[in-house]
């Protein structure tokens, strides 16, 4: 698909809500997973209606809030064949180099790191967009694909039955679906109302997301700065006029702590982000746009599926951001699922049929457990202060540095190839 338009954007503009027909795919929540699901689907010609409380203005444009996202190769690849990547109004940045070190605040990290370069992969690790761009896209294209109904803001009421599903709209249409994905978040309640047990993992750790401005480029590289009180990511991100060098910070810290830090005077908040770099490598640093809180917790879905309905991204699992991979998982659940709805409607079978919703589960939910336990891990891992422990862990990255089979290993499975 061709780069969006603005007088194509502007035409897709409708004044009220559609009427709809019968759809093969029902998707709640147009959040990045859902919407980019929507028009992944459609593409290859299967019919889709899609559901949120949110108004999704074609021509939305949010200032800078200072939020980004990191995408990995395998879900840009989505995005692309999606139509959704041409459409990103702003540039995105490439990830081409990620150093991990270990240490404390106000200290230089320890001299044994673990760092992934350009040698390590055919291309960058990863792009970094701008939440607002991505939105913008989103929007866009889900009002420009054909075989899209797009339905927002509403409220639906699902009803699913062996043979099929009824969505009831709160304005009085209904619509009948082979299939209902929920893509409606951490606090789903389709899957609420299906029964899924839902299993959750605190850890006391909430992060501060902002964007910096900085004296020094950063060369398209990322830093994973593991501290006592939890991780601290620093990611590229590409320039403006006005501030040329430019990065996102994701820093987590302790639930009591956190708040405090984000409320911080700007100049004072500065240094303490400087504190935590392990070094000097971006030079002076100064907060820009808004700074977001989020508290810390891993859940999981004791299963993605039930009577026509399967669930995806954050419905079906919610991660520790130390590896930057919880958008990702989610896109990956979608990569998937697209494989096998695609393939299953070139044949003329049920999209809703169990078979296809357990081959779904089969491909995706050992996957998601193996990632969920490994950040878990490495979080418990690294946040702590043990001498003896820390010296294990710097020794162990130090090691996966000198290994390049190794390192070409992790950098592949994080991409999503």
Known sequence: MAATSASAIQNAVTPSRPSVRDVDVCIIGAGP???????????????????????????????????????????????????IWQALPLSSCPIEDILVTDGRPGEPASSLFLEFTREDARQPFGWMVEARALRVALNATLHIVPGIT????????????????????DDGQSFKASLV?????????????????????????????????????????????????GPFAQLPMAGTEEHPYLSAIVWS?????????????????AKEIERRMGSNRLGKV??????????LSAQYAQRYTDTRLLL???????IHPIAGQGLNLGFRDIIALSDI??????????????????RYQARCRPANMLMLAATDALDRLFSNNNPVVRLARDIGIAGVHRLPALRKAFVKHAMGL
Not at 33 to 52: E, F, H, P, T, Y
Not at 61 to 76: L, M, S, T, V
Not at 190 to 205: D, M, V
């Open 33 to 83: 997973v859902g919407a980019s699901l929507a028009c992944r689907l459609a593409v290859d010609g299967i019919s889709v209606a899609i559901v949120d409380r949110a108004d999704l203005s074609p021509m939305e444009h949010p200032d800078f809030d200072g939020r980004a996202y990191a995408i990995a190769a395998g879900p840009k690849k989505l995005l692309e064949e999606a139509g």
């Open 150 to 169: 797009v339905l927002a803001p509403a409220e639906a009421r699902v009803i699913r039955r062996p043979e099929g599903a009824d969505i009831h709209l």
């Open 181 to 229: 994905v929920a893509a409606d978040g951490r606090k789903s309640r389709l899957r609420s109302e299906a029964g899924i047990p839902l299993t959750k993992l605190s850890y006391g750790q909430t992060a501060i997301v902002c964007a910096i401005a900085h004296e020094f480029p950063h060369d398209n590289g990322a830093l994973e700065h593991f501290l006592p009180a």
């Open 253 to 269: 810290d302790k639930d009591a702590l956190a708040q405090r830090f984000a409320d911080l005077p700007d100049d004072v908040f």
């Open 286 to 295: 100064s907060p820009i746009g808004r700074r977001w809180v989020y508290p």
């Open 312 to 318: 995806v991204g954050d419905a079906a699992h919610g």
């Open 341 to 358: 709805l695609v393939t299953a409607h070139a044949k003329g079978e049920d999209l809703g049929a169990p078979v296809l919703l357990a």
